[in-house]
T-cell receptor
């Protein structure tokens, strides 16, 4: 399976600031996704990162708050903008591999705390 | 709203018993289904996926799919304390996850 790394692994940020999370994969992947997992909760899909085009956002998530980039088939970033304590969560990058595109694998996650 | 539902538990079984985890889904068009295991503080890891009605076995794990009744289950035979984790059901149409079932296997 693909090896997925995320940076940073954790961060503590002040209210009103922004944080960019990076996701790097060691092989080309068809699909990349960003999830949020709040404490004690399941995973919520934020958006699908599309290579070369704008990300596709789920209901309740908007580009102004969570801008996403995907410049190539191995890398994506998620920015959490104008943060508030409610954004404190674990953010997970996930990928579908080529050719087993139905199997989805997760990165180690970024634990974000907003004060 | 497409939904995936799981009993959040906690589910507690003795070591060596069979643990049964269930998941229902609302979209009849769903084609593929996944079970993930998530240890506390870790990211989810894929255990099994199933596409066809019936059973799929992999070692101590068996996934069961019934599309007519819109449920998928995971059976863990000979449960071990190391199986203690939260198990997440996911449905492919847009990779939505259930809330997860917390399983504890007691020695």
């Amino acid at each position: 399976s693909a090896v997925i790394s995320q940076k940073p692994s954790r961060d503590i940020c002040q209210r009103g600031t922004s944080l960019t999370i990076q996701c790097q994969v060691d092989s080309q992947v068809t699909m990349m996704f960003w999830y949020r997992q709040q404490p004690g909760q399941s995973l919520t899909l934020i958006a699908t990162a599309n290579q070369g085009s704008e990300a596709t956002y789920e209901s309740g998530f908007v580009i102004d708050k969570f801008p996403i980039s995907r410049p190539n088939l191995t890398f994506s970033t998620l920015t959490v903008s104008n943060m508030s304590p409610e954004d404190s969560s674990i953010y997970l990058c996930s990928v579908n591999e080529v050719p087993s595109y139905n199997e989805q694998f997760f990165g180690p996650g970024t634990r974000l705390t907003v004060l | 709203q497409k939904e995936v539902e799981q009993n959040s538990g906690p589910l507690s079984v003795p070591e060596g018993a069979i643990a049964s985890l269930n998941c229902t889904y609302s979209d009849r068009g769903s084609q593929s289904f996944f079970w993930y295991r998530q240890y506390s503080g870790k990211s989810p890891e894929l255990i099994m996926f199933i596409y066809s009605n019936g059973d799929k076995e992999d070692g101590r794990f068996t996934a069961q799919l019934n599309k007519a009744s819109q449920y998928v289950s995971l059976l863990i035979r000979d449960s071990q304390p190391s199986d203690s984790a939260t198990y997440l059901c996911a449905v492919k149409y847009d990779m939505r996850f259930g809330a997860g079932t917390r399983l504890t296997v007691k020695p």
